[in-house]
């Protein structure tokens, strides 16, 4: 499928988690060791906020991330205090620009792991319901674009969990209405410059990977001679695919059927149950 990382926390340059790390976002874009597909080459993109406020920048494009030599020099220019990357793998829709996450609609970006099963079938109905002001701002032909969409609808804006619980419910009566037994895999992420929302679900309740970081004050006690941590400051958040690096006591991996909310230093944890709006 893809790999995905968010990041909140002191301005901290890109490159440190795309390309310094040992298993760092680029090194899983050729070498997934949790991920459904070992390679994912069929694009990426970063998406950044300078300050919470503004609408966030993006740079995506449909080469293999390895290989872009912009996404290096543009990973070691920008400093940034929030930050979303993916790499993707794509499913049933074809690689171009407008395919690649994070997708943005005003101050929010969002990007997806797994897939809405027999997209095709259910496809027309699940675009039917994003609401008639939203839909001219699609943009490409994936299902992960029609999920945040979805959950643009259901008030991302206003009460996040929610609106991602009442997509997923959506999605799951529409798939089944259609004959398809397990809907939904995914792990999503959605932020506004100023919090990081992150669930992991799937209708089979196997879903991919996801991990956070443990707390950085208890790293930097761990770890105090160690400069990314310094970096990053005690209140930093990192929600990603995998870990970057085998470091006992800094990763934990993210219960199925849960959603995390990161939100200037304090980081909340709640079951995900999804309910018709």
């Known amino acids: 499928m893809c ?9 901290l340059q890109l490159e440190t988690v795309l390309f310094n790390a040992k ?17 994912n080459g069929d694009g990426f993109g970063i998406g950044w906020y300078g300050h919470p406020t503004d609408i966030p920048f993006r740079y995506r494009c449909i080469q293999p991330a390895w290989s872009d030599r912009n996404l290096r020099e543009a990973a070691r220019a920008i400093h940034a205090p929030m930050f979303v990357a993916h790499v993707r793998a794509a499913t049933d829709t074809p690689s171009q620009e407008t395919n ?8 929010w970006l969002f990007a997806h792991n797994g897939l809405v099963r027999n ?10 319901a994003i609401a008639p002001e939203l839909f001219p701002s699609i943009e490409g ?6 999920l945040f969409f979805l959950a643009l609808t259901f008030g991302l804006e206003l009460a996040p969990v929610t609106a991602l619980e009442r997509m997923v419910a959506f999605v799951e009566e529409t798939g089944r209405r259609h004959g398809v037994d397990e809907p939904l895999n995914m792990t999503v992420c959605a932020t506004d410059g100023e919090q990081i929302v992150a669930a992991r679900y799937s209708s089979e309740r196997q879903s991919r990977s996801l991990f956070h970081n443990t707390s950085f004050r208890h790293l930097h006690e761990l770890y105090p001679d160690d ?26 991996e993210i219960p199925e059927s849960t959603v995390m909310v990161a939100r200037g230093g304090e980081i909340e944890q709640f079951p995900f149950e999804p309910q018709v709006a």
């Open 3 to 11: 790999r995905w990382l968010a990041y909140s926390g002191n301005p």
């Open 141 to 146: 032909s994936t299902d992960s674009e029609v």
């Open 119 to 128: 997209y095709p079938a259910v496809r027309r109905d699940l675009m039917v």
């Open 227 to 252: 400069p990314r941590i310094a970096m990053a400051g005690q209140d930093a958040f990192l929600v990603l695919s995998e870990p970057l690096a085998d470091l006992p006591g800094w990763w934990q």
């Open 23 to 39: 298993h760092s976002l680029i090194d899983q874009s050729l070498h997934s060791r949790l991920g459904h597909t070992t390679t």
């Open 100 to 107: 690649c996450h994070p997708f943005r609609h005003g101050r």
